[in-house]
């Protein structure tokens, strides 16, 4: 199994960027597919999350109105587009896939977001 983020840089207020997971080893049809973001110091939240069919969408408050979450399950693929990004949202953004049912979860290895002027 593996989740593999890109996408990740350093891009200043106001920027944008589009994070990329690519799944492998796992049927990635039948997971729900998160974003969650760290930053130093701070604990490990939730961004977005979009259902297996990608039919629902969840997104965090502070990101809502600027982060959109998609996927391509022909491409084994989950996005997350990042629009007006602001100093704050600054952390290390990880993929997670939790299986629809019964156990079954893994995370990204994690891609570095730095906003910055």
């Known amino acids: 199994v593996q989740l593999v983020e890109s996408g990740g840089g350093l891009v200043q207020p106001g920027g944008s960027l589009r994070l990329s997971c690519a799944a492998s080893?796992?049927?990635?049809?039948?997971?729900?597919m998160s974003w969650y973001r760290q930053a130093p110091g701070k604990e490990r939240e939730l961004v977005a999350a979009?259902?297996?069919?990608?039919?629902?969408?969840n997104t965090a408050d502070s990101v809502k109105g600027r982060f959109t979450i998609s996927r391509d399950n022909a491409k084994n693929t989950v996005y997350l587009q990042m629009n007006s990004l602001k100093p704050e949202d600054t952390a290390v953004y990880y993929c997670?896939?939790?299986?629809?049912?019964?156990?079954?979860?893994?995370w990204g290895q994690g891609t570095q977001v730095t906003v910055s002027s």
């Open positions: 997670y896939a939790r299986r629809e049912l019964g156990p079954g979860s893994w």
């Open positions: 979009i259902t297996s069919r990608g039919d629902s969408t």
């Open positions: 080893g796992f049927t990635f049809s039948r997971y729900h």
